[in-house]
């Protein structure tokens, strides 16, 4: 059993990570999905966020190389340092379209606005990549019966929008919808920061007991929490793409 590694590139931030990440996974011979998001870098509509927060607080400084980046690459999946990734045996998936308005206003769209969304963030991504996503993710985690819905018309291998513990097929009620779910088993490491020193120990269990998905983002903890991402890559071993769990779940 092992660990599935999930890597979130939402924003331009992350982009510029995403080389130094690549020869980090290779110094583990670790192998991971990339999920991309399309269209504008949003990340500059996220800083009231940070509002009366100290400058060198680790959410803000992270996206400050993107903030210069992005007047010259308007769209994340544009990135010139997203090249390396078509090559580099590594999975990429798509990560939705326009990450910030779909994370925090998925759930006032109807279905026909969200089909609209992927629809464009598949054309982008095709565009840049070659080749049609099979694989997706919702930014935020964010979900709807709505997006649910729209989601089956794509016919994606799978999904990664939840957290939890095994692959599953949602369900709403008498609805079963089609799109397999590969769902997140534990927060990202920038998320566990009072519990970090427990993470490798935590990894190291799960990996000897089941296949599970952890997710990161170059920008926080490739720059910020390496030692940390280092000794989870070491306890995990070998870690998979999304796809290859998405392989051993065909008898769900």
Request: glycine share 6%; hydrophobic share 35%; aromatic share 12%.
């Amino acid at each position: 059993m092992t660990m599935g590694l999930r890597v979130d590139v939402d924003s331009i931030a992350d982009a510029l990570a995403v080389p130094e990440l690549l020869v980090l996974l290779e110094e583990f011979n670790s192998r991971a999905t990339f999920f991309i998001t399309t269209g504008p870098d949003q990340t500059l509509m996220n800083v009231s966020h940070y509002a009366g927060k100290n400058l060198l607080n680790i959410p803000l400084k992270r996206y400050i190389p993107g903030f210069f980046h992005s007047i010259l690459h308007h769209n994340v999946e544009s990135h010139p340092s997203l090249g390396i990734l078509i090559n580099s045996g590594h999975e990429i998936g798509l990560h939705g379209y326009r990450h910030y308005e779909w994370m925090n206003f998925l759930h006032k769209k109807n279905m026909m606005e969200v089909s609209n969304m992927i629809k464009t963030g598949c054309r982008l991504f095709e565009n840049e990549f070659g080749f049609f996503p099979r694989s997706f993710s919702s930014p935020g985690f964010a979900t709807s019966k709505e997006y649910l819905f729209a989601l089956d018309n794509f016919g994606f291998d799978y999904s990664s929008d939840f957290y939890g513990f095994h692959p599953f097929y949602p369900q709403v009620g008498d609805k079963k919808f089609d799109t397999v779910q590969l769902p997140v088993r534990i927060p990202s490491p920038c998320e566990l920061q009072s519990n970090e020193t427990k993470i490798p120990g935590m990894i190291k269990e799960l990996s000897e007991k089941d296949n599970f998905i952890l997710y990161i983002h170059p920008s926080c903890e490739l720059l910020y929490r390496r030692e940390l991402l280092k000794d989870i890559l070491e306890s995990a071993g070998n870690t998979l793409t999304l796809r290859e769990i998405y392989e051993n779940t065909a008898d769900l």
